[in-house]
C-alpha cells in the first residue's frame, strides 16, 4: 500500500466505534502504509491521486478498509498480556542518497553530525506473551520500496514485503503466507531520499553515471537515467535488499532485551498546513503555503523517471508548460507563488477543487507514547536531515519535561498522505523531493513546532485540552473510474476456469509450471479478497488421500498474470517457480475467479491442471 487517506480512517473507525464504543478513536489508532509502489490504487479521495490511479476504483477501496477492519478485529479478539523489547542496529549495503546534491546543500555543520547521508539505523520491537509466546515484530527502517521498478505490472509488497514474508515464513511453519498466528511488520520511517538501488543512476542506453543535478543523460535524457538494485533484475534485487532487512532484524530481535515499560499516552490534532506561521527565530517568522507541487515533481526520480523529459532541479518554469497549465487547469496566485519560492509550479493544487479538491489543507498530526517509547506519526516521506531535525527535538522537549532517555520512531506513511517533506536548504535545489513538498520552504520548521506541541501536551498530561480544527470533510466519491469494467467474455466453446494450455506432466526443483486459462478481471474477486486467493498450488498428501495447499497467490514462488483481448476476452497466466526446498510428489495448480458478463450477476469459477509430478 502506497499511502493512506481520511476517508480509510474514517470508515474505519466509524465501523471500530459500532463493536467497540469509544475504545478506538482518532487519537490512539494510526493507520500506517507499509509502502509499495506497486500495489493497487483508485482509493483516495483526493483528485491528484485520482488521475494516478485512473480515478476512484471502489472495489480496490472497499477491500482494503474490509482487510484493515478485520486485521484491527482479529487483534483485538486476540489479545492477550504480554512484554515489549526495543533494540537498535545499522543496516549496511542496502540503501544510498538518490539526492545527494540536495543533501549536500544543508550545512556543513549539520551534516557533520552524520556518518553517512542515508539512515541506516533499524529500530525493532519485539512482542511476547506472558506464558512466553512470541507474538510478532514491528521494525521501522529507511527505504523506499521501489526495487520493483515501474516497468513491473504485478502486484508486489517489494523489498519490504519480502523481509516480512520471509520473517513470517520462519514463524509460522506449517501455515500458508500471510495465514499464521505471528505478524511481522516492517514499517517506513524517513526514507523521503533514500534508494534501495545501490548501483545508482546510470544511462541505460551507454552505461555511464548520471549522477548529476537534472539526473540527464546527454543521450535521451532524464527518460534513460534510471538507478539499478544489486541484483541481475528486479526480482533478484528486491530479494537481496528484502533479505538484508531481513536478517538485520532478525538479529535484532534475537537480541532484545531492553524492555519497554510505563503508561500509554496520546496525542492528536486536526491542523491547515497551508496556514501556519511558523516561529523561525527570536525576531522571524515564515509561514506554510497552499499545496502545489513543482516542475521537478513531473520529473520523477532515478528510480522511476517521469514524462516528457521534465528534468530534476528546476527553478524556472517554461513558458510552454505554463501555458498549457492556465489553460488545462489554473494559474496559480501571486501569493501562491511568492510563498512557494524558488518552486516554479506546474500545478497549483491547492488552489483546485473540481472535479474534488486536489490536495488536503487540514491533516492531521500524531504521536502515541507507550513507556519511554514515542511514535511519530508522520503525514508523508521525511527526508533523513530534517527527520534527525525532529528526533533531536522531540527528544529535547520531552527532557525539558523530565522524560530522559526516550525512544523516538519516526513511522511515515501514517493516516494521510501529504507528498514528501524536504529540509529548508534542500527545497532550494528543488530536486524531486523539494518539488514535491507541499506546504512550501518552511513546511518542516511548521512539523517541527506542531511536534513540539504534541509532545509537551503528553509529557504535561494536557493532551484532550490542544486546540483542533474540524476533521477534513468526506468527498462522497462514490465512484469516478476511467477504468471500468464493461463485461467479462469467453469463446462460445469454452467456460471459465478451463484450461487453454496445461503443464508438463514432470519438472524438476529450479524450473517452472505454467498453466493458462480461460480467465475474467480479477477486480471482480475484489469485495471477496479478504479471504480469497486467485491460486493454490497443491500436493497430494498419500497418507490422508486429500489435496494440501502448499502456496497461494502470496507466496514468493508464485505468479499470477492476467491478459485482456479487444473482445474483452480474458486469459490467466499462473506460475510457479519450483524452489530447490519443494517436497517431491504429485501436485496441480488451480485458479479461482469471478466473471461479470453483460446483464448477469458476478459468479464464481474455478479451474484446475493436470496433475505433475516434480523431482529433485
Known amino acids: 500500500m502506497y499511502c493512506f487517506c481520511f476517508i480509510i480512517m474514517f470508515l474505519a473507525l466509524n465501523v471500530l466505534k459500532n463493536r467497540y464504543g469509544d475504545l478506538y478513536g482518532p487519537d490512539?489508532?494510526?493507520?500506517?502504509?507499509?509502502h509499495t509502489h506497486s500495489g493497487p490504487g483508485g482509493y483516495f479521495q483526493y483528485t491528484i491521486y485520482m488521475i494516478s490511479s485512473r480515478g476512484f476504483i471502489k472495489p480496490s477501496f472497499n477491500a482494503i478498509v474490509n482487510g484493515i477492519l478485520e486485521s484491527i478485529a482479529t487483534a483485538h479478539e486476540n489479545m492477550v498480556?504480554?512484554?515489549?523489547?526495543?533494540?537498535?542496529?545499522?543496516?549496511?549495503?542496502?540503501q544510498i542518497n538518490r539526492s545527494p546534491l540536495s543533501y549536500l546543500n544543508n550545512?556543513?555543520?549539520?551534516?557533520?553530525?552524520?556518518?553517512?547521508?542515508?539512515?541506516?539505523?533499524?529500530?525493532?520491537?519485539?512482542?511476547v506473551a506472558d506464558n512466553g509466546q512470541e507474538i510478532g515484530m514491528l521494525s521501522w527502517f529507511a527505504i523506499h520500496p521501489v526495487s520493483m521498478n515501474n516497468t513491473n505490472l504485478h502486484t508486489s509488497s517489494d523489498n519490504i514485503g519480502y523481509a516480512a514474508y520471509l520473517f513470517e515464513e520462519e514463524k509460522n511453519k506449517g501455515y500458508l503466507t500471510g495465514k499464521g498466528p505471528y505478524v511481522a511488520g516492517f514499517a517506513s520511517s524517513n526514507l523521503g531520499d533514500v534508494s534501495p538501488n545501490i548501483q545508482g543512476p546510470h544511462c541505460i542506453n551507454t552505461g555511464d553515471s548520471c549522477e548529476n543535478l537534472n539526473n540527464y543523460c546527454p543521450i535521451g535524457g532524464t527518460k534513460m537515467c534510471i538507478a539499478k538494485g544489486p541484483g541481475k533484475d528486479m526480482l533478484e534485487s528486491t530479494q537481496i535488499i528484502g533479505r538484508n532487512i531481513y536478517l538485520k532484524a532478525k538479529e535484532l530481535y534475537s537480541t532484545a532485551f531492553e524492555e519497554i515499560n510505563g503508561p500509554i499516552h496520546s496525542a492528536h490534532q486536526w491542523v491547515d498546513m497551508s496556514n501556519i506561521t511558523v516561529q523561525l527565530n527570536a525576531t522571524h517568522?515564515?509561514?506554510?503555503?497552499?499545496?502545489?507541487?513543482?516542475?521537478?515533481?513531473?520529473?520523477?526520480?532515478?528510480?522511476?523517471?517521469?514524462?516528457?523529459?521534465?528534468?530534476?532541479?528546476?527553478?524556472?518554469?517554461?513558458?510552454f508548460w505554463d501555458a498549457v497549465r492556465d489553460a488545462v487547469l489554473t494559474r496559480p496566485s501571486k501569493e501562491t507563488e511568492e510563498c512557494h519560492k524558488p518552486k516554479p509550479i506546474l500545478i497549483p493544487t491547492g488552489e483546485l477543487s473540481?472535479?474534488?479538491?486536489?490536495?488536503?489543507?487540514?491533516?492531521d498530526i500524531q504521536i502515541i507514547t507507550v513507556g519511554s517509547l514515542a511514535i511519530l506519526a508522520l503525514?508523508?516521506?521525511f527526508s533523513y536531515v530534517l527527520s534527525f531535525f525532529i528526533y533531536l527535538y522531540i527528544c529535547k522537549e520531552f527532557e525539558s519535561h523530565g522524560k530522559t532517555e526516550m525512544n523516538v520512531v519516526l513511522s511515515g506513511l501514517c493516516n494521510i498522505y501529504t507528498h514528501y517533506i524536504a529540509t529548508y536548504e534542500e527545497y532550494q535545489i528543488q530536486r524531486y523531493e523539494g518539488a514535491s513538498t507541499l506546504f512550501g520552504p518552511h513546511t518542516l520548521s511548521a512539523y517541527i513546532q506542531l511536534y513540539r506541541g504534541l509532545?509537551?501536551?503528553?509529557?504535561?498530561?494536557?493532551?484532550?485540552?490542544?486546540?483542533?480544527?474540524?476533521?477534513?470533510?468526506?468527498?462522497?466519491?462514490?465512484?469516478?473510474?476511467?477504468?471500468?469494467?464493461?463485461?467479462?467474455?469467453?469463446?462460445?466453446?469454452?467456460?471459465?476456469?478451463?484450461?487453454l494450455q496445461d503443464v508438463q506432466p514432470k519438472y524438476r526443483m529450479g524450473e517452472v509450471a505454467e498453466v493458462r486459462f480461460v480467465g475474467?478481471?480479477?477486480?471482480?474477486?475484489?469485495?471477496?479478497?479478504?479471504?480469497?486467493?486467485?491460486?493454490?498450488?497443491?500436493?497430494?498428501?498419500?497418507?490422508?488421500?486429500?489435496?494440501?495447499?502448499?502456496?497461494n497467490d502470496a507466496s514468493w514462488d508464485t505468479r499470477f498474470t492476467w491478459q485482456k483481448d479487444i473482445w474483452g476476452r480474458s486469459t490467466s497466466i499462473v506460475q510457479w517457480h519450483i524452489s530447490n526446498n519443494t517436497e517431491p510428489g504429485t501436485y496441480r495448480i488451480q485458479y479461482f475467479g469471478h466473471s461479470k458478463e453483460l446483464l448477469r450477476p458476478i459468479r464464481s469459477f474455478s479451474g484446475s491442471s493436470l496433475q505433475f509430478e516434480v523431482s529433485g
Not at 28 to 34: D, E, F, I, M
Not at 83 to 92: A, Q
Not at 525 to 537: D, E, I, K, Q, R
Request: net charge neutral; hydrophobic share 35%; proline share 8%.
Open 81 to 94: 498480556k504480554g512484554r515489549v523489547f526495543i533494540n537498535k542496529g545499522l543496516v549496511e549495503n542496502t
Open 28 to 34: 490512539n489508532v494510526v493507520l500506517s502504509g507499509t
Open 285 to 319: 517568522t515564515g509561514k506554510t503555503c497552499k499545496p502545489a507541487l513543482g516542475y521537478s515533481f513531473a520529473a520523477g526520480t532515478m528510480d522511476g523517471p517521469g514524462m516528457f523529459n521534465f528534468t530534476q532541479g528546476m527553478i524556472e518554469g517554461n513558458s
Open 520 to 551: 475474467a478481471n480479477p477486480r471482480n474477486s475484489a469485495t471477496n479478497m479478504t479471504n480469497f486467493t486467485f491460486l493454490t498450488v497443491e500436493k497430494y498428501d498419500n497418507t490422508s488421500n486429500h489435496w494440501k495447499v502448499m502456496y
Open 379 to 381: 503525514p508523508g516521506e
Open 354 to 363: 473540481k472535479p474534488y479538491p486536489w490536495h488536503p489543507n487540514i491533516i
Open 107 to 127: 550545512p556543513e555543520s549539520e551534516r557533520l553530525r552524520y556518518t553517512s547521508n542515508t539512515d541506516k539505523e533499524m529500530v525493532l520491537l519485539k512482542m
Open 455 to 499: 509532545a509537551k501536551a503528553i509529557a504535561e498530561g494536557t493532551a484532550r485540552d490542544l486546540p483542533n480544527l474540524p476533521e477534513p470533510p468526506i468527498l462522497n466519491v462514490t465512484d469516478l473510474t476511467f477504468l471500468p469494467i464493461i463485461r467479462d467474455a469467453k469463446p462460445l466453446d469454452r467456460n471459465y476456469g478451463d484450461v
